[in-house]
């Protein structure tokens, strides 16, 4: 039985339907993330877990048991809030305390555990401090603090890392895998920044306008998304309108006007006709002045419209000229590690492109 | 991985502008904002200057004079004979005074107190429940002529068979104190983090303990600053109290209103300059610990 279970959830807000008909399951240990962009119904989802808003209709079990009914302080998770929500009249020791003194813990044990759990997040010397004399960084570690304390079985993150400058949020990524790993708590984070998503998670569920995209782990959404929105909203992706025109078991041809045929692979069998988009990764497009095409491959020449250099890596905008006839224009991307000045190729460039047949992924809804 | 260049030279102005070609000259920030400033910019000017000093005058002076001749050693107002502490002296002798004195802190700290725990609430409503009906119901009395209300509950008290007095007073002023506790206390909590609330829900805590050990504490300094509000405008309130006084139970402004019919005597500026010193006293505390309510928000 998984630790949480939501079964069919539907919350509305006037005629607005926030989050639709949604079930995920949510096994004990895991790093789950809820990702999507704002306003998909991913917080609406976390605040109903949470026990801050009701479904309209569904259920949310965890260990089993109804949640619906259950008041938010009877629930045993704890939630990390964007702003971390500090309370600013109350010392660092004694917001870390809270949870304990409203469980009715004594007061001895309550110091150890404060003084002991201080220590774990490196903020021995922090105790006496208010909030507001904290950093950004150190309001972050009390609030995990906080939320650990009395163990619970579910931890709520929503978007902790939002208000973090780059290098720190980088910083505390690290540090919330390790955490996680070492609790062994279960962690849900809801969050719109699908790398972070990717680098933290152990499953995903990408939600788009209140209802499941798709779940999965990390290296499934990105590699094989499950649909149009998936594809486009995770990473960079080529998005090519296409229809099947022949379709065998693995193999697939595909019509991309103008490219013509173009060889795909799909696990399912499709009907001819089929009309769908064919979700290309630009790092699986391979891009030189020449490529002798290797068998189940791909293989067109174009012209270098635009470049986007980005440091370590150059993402090439190829325009592609096949037959006079141009128009689609494809991203291809290659790292600079081989370069021996800022890029390969300058706008105007002739180049060819080549990519293999499973490399793409025909999606269709 | 090979390539058709050779050349890796730094790209001359004309290469770097055709890989990123900027489609026109980007309006300079600095200068719609120059404009702006220019706009909204005040000039020094002595006719403006002068203008306000004036007003502060017109409105200042009076009082001023009234204090200065509290000390005037003169049984008549008109003129400025020496300093004398005198009539400070006759106030604390003078015991119809001491009992309205009396009366008056009585009526504003019962006032006060209970417009205090009621106009928390009303502000905790006003804040909770967003409702339109809410927040007029609770001001109206603000924007309701003194006068009007004073006649209201008058009759109000009359239909009740009341006796007039302290009780009636009290009643009285608690009802138009309630609206400014209940504005400060709103405009405090509009402040305050809402997630603080659900953190001690989430971290264990009943409603009841949430409200107490968080949502409390946080908004004292607006429930102490309406208090001290409430009980300046107990404390010189006439109109209201005109209405709702009975025999035996004057108060100080209505004390004051009794003696000028005689006569303005130095010792009404006595009295009337401690009254502005408590109620200067009680604002300012007031303003420092709600700064943004005092503001109008």
């Keep these: 039985m998984a630790l949480l279970e939501i079964q069919n959830v539907t919350r509305r807000f006037g005629n607005f339907e926030a989050v639709h008909d949604v079930g995920l399951e949510v096994e004990a240990g895991e790093f789950f993330t809820l990702l999507g962009p704002s306003g998909c119904g991913k917080t609406t989802l976390l605040r109903m877990i949470a026990g801050f808003d009701a479904p309209d209709a569904g259920r949310i079990f965890l260990n089993g048991q109804d949640l619906v009914a259950t008041p938010p302080e009877k629930r045993p998770l704890h939630t990390i809030f964007q702003n971390y929500a500090l309370f600013p009249h109350l010392t660092v020791a004694d917001n870390i305390a809270f949870p304990m003194r409203m469980a009715k813990l004594g007061e001895r044990a309550i110091a150890e555990k404060v003084k002991q759990i201080l220590d774990e997040v490196r903020l021995s010397e922090m105790g006496g401090r208010y909030p507001a004399d904290l950093s950004g960084g150190q309001k972050q570690r009390v609030a995990i603090a906080r939320a650990l304390v009395d163990r619970p079985h579910l931890l709520l993150l929503d978007e902790p890392l939002a208000a973090l400058d780059l290098k720190l949020r980088e910083q505390m990524q690290i540090e919330l895998i390790n955490l996680q790993r070492e609790v062994g708590i279960t962690f849900i984070y809801v969050t719109h920044d699908q790398g972070e998503a990717l680098a933290l998670s152990h499953r995903i569920a990408v939600m788009d306008a209140g209802k499941v995209m798709q779940v999965g782990r990390p290296e499934d959404i990105y590699e094989f998304p499950a649909n149009r929105f998936v594809a486009d909203f995770i990473g960079v992706c080529n998005l090519l309108e296409a229809s099947v025109t022949a379709a065998e078991p693995d193999a697939l041809t595909l019509d991309i006007p103008p490219l013509g045929k173009v060889g795909a692979y799909s696990p399912q069998s499709l009907p001819v006709g089929r009309h769908g988009v064919l979700a290309l990764r630009p790092e699986k497009v391979r891009i030189d002045s020449q490529i002798v095409a290797a068998p189940q491959e791909n293989h067109f020449s174009g012209t270098v419209r635009a470049l986007i250099y980005m440091g370590d890596i150059t993402m090439y905008h190829v325009e592609i000229t096949c037959d006079g006839a141009s128009g689609l224009t494809i991203k291809a991307l290659l790292p600079n590690s081989q370069a021996r000045g800022a890029s390969f190729f300058e706008v105007g460039d002739r180049v060819e492109i080549a990519w293999r047949y499973d490399a793409g992924r025909f999606v269709y809804e | ?297």
Excluded at chain 2, 45 to 57: N, P, T, V
Excluded at chain 2, 90 to 100: C, G, K, N, T, Y
Excluded at chain 2, 147 to 167: A, R
Aim: aromatic share 10%; with cysteine; net charge neutral.
């Design chain 2, 1 to 297: 991985m090979s390539n058709g260049h050779g050349n890796y030279a730094a790209p001359d102005n004309e290469t770097r502008h055709a890989r990123f070609p900027l489609p026109s000259p980007l309006p300079q920030a600095g200068e719609g904002d120059k404009g702006l400033l220019r706009k909204f910019h005040v000039k020094h000017s002595w006719g403006l200057l002068l203008a306000g000093l004036g007003g502060s005058l017109f409105l200042y002076l009076p009082l001023v004079i009234v204090v200065v001749y509290s000390f005037n050693d003169s049984n008549i107002a008109a003129q400025w004979v020496g300093f004398t502490w005198r009539w400070y002296d006759v106030l604390l002798h003078d015991a119809e005074m001491i009992q309205a004195a009396y009366n008056s802190l009585l009526i504003a700290l019962v006032a006060s107190a209970v417009a205090t725990v009621l106009g928390t609430l009303a502000g905790m409503a006003m804040y909770r429940y967003k409702l339109r009906l809410l927040p007029f119901l609770v001001v109206a009395p603000l924007a309701i002529p003194e006068i009007l209300t004073g006649v209201s509950l008058l009759v109000f008290f009359v239909l009740l068979n009341m006796t007039l007095g302290l009780i009636s007073i009290m009643l009285a002023h608690i009802s138009f104190c309630i609206s400014f506790v209940a504005i400060v206390v709103r405009s405090r909590l509009a402040g305050m983090d809402e997630s603080l609330v659900e953190a001690a829900r989430d971290l264990g805590a009943t409603p009841w303990q949430s409200f107490r050990l968080i949502t409390l504490p946080l908004i004292v300094p607006g429930v102490l600053a309406g208090a001290l509000l409430a009980f300046t405008m107990s404390i010189d309130d006439f109109v209201i109290t005109f209405f709702t006084a009975g025999v035996e139970s004057t108060t100080l402004p209505l004390k004051i209103y009794t003696m000028i019919k005689i006569a303005v005597t130095p010792e009404v500026n006595a009295i009337s300059t401690i009254l502005m010193l408590i109620t200067l006293l009680l604002v300012t505390i007031a303003s420092k610990l709600a700064p943004n309510a005092m503001r109008g928000g």
